[in-house]
């Protein structure tokens, strides 16, 4: 497992330097985008409720722009319900969605197929149709049934506000010879805890021209922190601390009860 | 206003658990069920992942039952003794039940046999009750006088060994009946993943013939100590029950067993069947309904490890 991790951490570091170094060599033409996430600290307390995401920086002008939000790859089993006997629908087993971001957003300034070629989305992992060929199902499954499945998967997603696309909504403005973009999103709160990366892609001529990144972490702070990691770290304390006010609540309210319902 | 879950890692507005337990909770003051077959699927229809769920309503009915079980005893109405030995035929039913479902799932079709034992329990339970009650409700009209006919069922538990007497309820059984039954129910509650209260008051009223209201009573505090240890064994082994959340239905919940208790006393028994096997058929009918209707979301949270 430890072996893995690290595996998969290097992997990740080598990635970032090389895209880095990709995106220098890129940039050579004009080293103009920018990206910065504010609100990129998102404290989850005891009265969160999703909070707002906005990107904003600078780029060429005359690009067009893909923005991309997604936590790293991770796996996710899900129950898969089938129909059995011919009309009863139950849970037939478990489906794992391995190298599947938690939560993936999806923005352009214009229709995502007429702003990039197809080759370029899927050198990208941008749209859900590379995100697919990016993710492994267990068990395995044929292509099209992969299909079905991941389409699926994105509708769950979906449901939970943790996957979304849209285009037209990145706001551009010129000035000085330069393009301004802004674009607000919504956060939800059933995304959880952890580091998010935005990635903002230039693109013209159907291909990417520059990238630039930015993070949101989302961390839980005070009660909510401390009641998770005592669930998580402490889980037998925990559960006699959850049975003791449950017993000290019903019997609390029942001599409120007798006190006020002892008149008659 | 809202409040953020820090187990089920979600938000969600305040009023709706608090709203729920006080509901769930008047249905248990009421007929000693631990309300878990109605407070699990909503807890799920609002966003909380079904282990979360589970595990946290178990909690919740901790609370609830002690508040109503408290309500009960305060006016004579719980067999301890007899509570105690369906408690402990309860215990060894739900590890023979927990062994089963591994079998179950080692073979491959564990939520088959689930969903069905699930539907064909609720239905003939809900069903009898409600022509039983229902019949008897008529008969207690034209005739006040029992008759006592014995069925055959009643001879053959007479017979058994270890016969004793249990004061509160006013009945002599062997002790191996509330044992034995105990059991049983224990080994459907662990298939099923329910409590069972909906299974356990039955068993109490017809097969061992107690009244009404010591039964709820009764019932609750075997419940009680049921959700503690199944309360225990969710947060140690499973980390999966969200304290806040527990904290918020059962606000409601001890509030609702307590008027439960009081509205109880007001009704005859009969009433109080036929209520609450109508609850269990409507129950029947929608688990029916979402099996046979297609599914809008293919996909789902995945239970356990």
């Known amino acids: ?264 | 206003m809202y409040l953020y879950l820090p187990v089920a890692l979600t938000s969600i507005n305040v009023l709706i658990p608090v709203g729920l337990g006080l509901a769930v909770g008047l249905l248990s003051g009421l007929f000693g069920v631990g309300g878990g077959f109605l407070m699990t699927p909503l807890l799920i229809m609002f966003g909380i992942p079904s282990t979360v769920a589970a595990a946290t309503d178990s909690n919740q009915i901790v609370a609830a039952s002690t508040s109503g079980t408290y309500a009960h005893w305060k006016v004579g109405n719980v067999d301890f003794k007899m509570g105690l030995y369906l408690l402990i035929g309860g215990f060894i039913g739900g590890l023979l039940g927990v062994q089963a479902i591994k079998i179950l799932k080692a073979t491959g079709n564990a939520d088959f046999v689930i969903k069905m034992t699930y539907v064909l329990m609720l239905g003939i339970v809900g069903t009898y009750m409600f022509f039983e009650s229902l019949a008897s409700m008529r008969k207690k009209k034209t005739e006040e006088v029992k008759t006592s006919k014995e069925s055959s069922m009643v001879k053959f538990l007479k017979s058994l060994p270890l016969q004793t007497h249990f004061e509160k309820s006013g009945v002599t059984h062997s002790a191996l009946v509330p044992l034995i039954f105990g059991c049983f129910v224990g080994v459907l509650a662990a298939i099923m993943g329910v409590g069972g209260g909906f299974l356990m008051v039955p068993v109490m009223v017809y097969i061992l013939r107690m009244p009404m209201h010591v039964v709820v009573g009764t019932s609750l505090f075997q419940i009680l100590f049921n959700c503690i240890e199944v309360t225990f064994l969710q947060a140690y082994t499973n980390h999966s029950v969200d304290f806040i959340l527990a904290v918020l239905l059962l606000l409601g919940s001890t509030i609702g067993a307590q008027v439960g208790a009081v509205f109880g006393r007001k009704l005859k028994g009969e009433q109080l069947k036929v209520i609450l096997a109508v609850i269990v058929l409507l129950v029947t009918v929608k688990i029916i309904f979402e099996l046979t209707l297609s599914p809008s979301l293919l996909l789902a949270q995945g239970g356990g490890h």
Request: net charge positive.
């Open chain 1, 1 to 264: 497992m430890r072996i893995r991790e690290f595996v998969a951490k290097t992997l990740v570091i080598t990635t970032g330097t090389i895209l880095g170094l990709l995106s220098l060599f890129q940039s050579g033409v004009s080293a103009e985008l920018t990206a910065t996430a504010n609100h990129d600290h998102i404290n989850i307390d005891f009265f969160y409720h999703g909070s707002a995401v906005s990107i904003r920086g600078t780029s060429d002008p005359a690009t067009d722009l893909v923005i991309k939000i997604t936590s790293p790859d991770g796996h996710q089993a899900l129950r898969k319900k089938g129909k059995v006997a011919g009309f009863l629908w139950m849970n037939v087993g478990t489906l794992r969605f391995e190298h599947a971001p938690a939560l993936y957003y999806l923005d352009s300034t214009r229709k995502i197929q007429d702003v990039l070629s197809r080759e370029e989305m899927l050198k990208y992992t941008i749209g859900y149709e590379a995100l697919q060929r990016h993710v492994d199902m267990e068990p395995a499954v044929d292509e099209n049934e992969k299909a079905k499945w991941f389409q699926e998967f994105v509708r769950f997603k979906e449901s939970s506000k943790l996957y979304s696309r849209s285009s037209g909504n990145i706001a551009r403005t010129e000035k000085d010879g330069k393009q301004n973009y802004y674009i607000l999103n919504e956060w939800p709160y059933q995304a959880p805890p952890g580091r998010y990366t935005v990635t903002v892609y230039a693109v013209k001529d159907k291909k990417v021209i520059e990238t630039a990144e930015a993070s949101v972490l989302v961390e839980q702070v005070g009660i909510v922190k401390s009641l998770a990691g005592m669930a998580k770290n402490n889980g037998s304390l925990y559960g006699m601390i959850s049975i003791l006010a449950a017993l000290g609540a019903g019997f609390g309210v029942g001599m409120v009860f007798r006190k006020g319902g002892g008149a008659h």
